[in-house]
């Protein structure tokens, strides 16, 4: 289930718990209206690097690993024809992972202005009435880039990587941008 809940598109899924969170704080117009500048800014960012990354680096996706292991030389490798993932796969390279990154930064920016520990409920754009709590901003980011593994759109590298880019692209956001919410 996990790996069908986050097959939307992954930036307006963190929208809308931006968009909850804000809510929830009851944060004044101008803090919300700085919120989303810096997300959206920071989600700009990271697909400008996560794209350069992807074709810099150009390494196949789970699909093509999977079907032709028995093609890399490794007489140890048997290759699964047959093997289908659990999403349509994106026809771009793998590495790092684009929800991963998106779902890292967003985290970053979301518990630089409210603090990590929240109530989080996210509502699936994939499974239609389906939500899930979290505890925290940085345990949402991690379903959501791990979900990508699950439904055989990434490895264990794409993830560990989207994560740490993320998070550094967001960081370098927000030190250029204060985004805390009044005091």
């Not at 929800?99 to 996210?122: E, K, M, P, Y």
Request: cysteine-free.
């Amino acid at each position: 289930m996990v790996a069908k809940f986050w097959a939307g598109p992954i930036w307006n899924t963190w929208n809308e718990v931006a968009e909850n969170a804000a809510l929830a704080h009851q944060t004044n117009l101008e803090s919300t209206a700085r919120l989303f500048a810096v997300l959206n800014l920071s989600f700009a960012d990271n697909t400008i690097a996560f794209y350069d990354a992807k074709y810099h680096y150009q390494l196949w996706r789970p699909i093509t690993a999977i079907r032709e292991a028995n093609t890399v030389g490794n007489p140890l490798t048997i290759g699964d024809p047959t093997w289908t993932p659990l999403a349509i796969t994106a026809p771009d390279p793998s590495y790092p992972g684009a929800h991963s990154t998106i779902s890292a930064a967003a985290a970053t920016v979301l518990s630089d202005f409210f603090g990590n520990q929240d109530h989080v409920r996210v509502t699936s754009d994939a499974l239609p009435g389906t939500v899930r709590t979290f505890a925290s901003y940085t345990d949402v980011a991690t379903e959501a880039g791990l979900s990508r593994i699950f439904a055989g759109q990434h490895t264990r590298l794409d993830h560990d990587s989207g994560i740490e880019l993320g998070h550094n692209i967001a960081q370098f956001v927000l030190s250029h941008f204060s985004v805390s919410a009044p005091k």
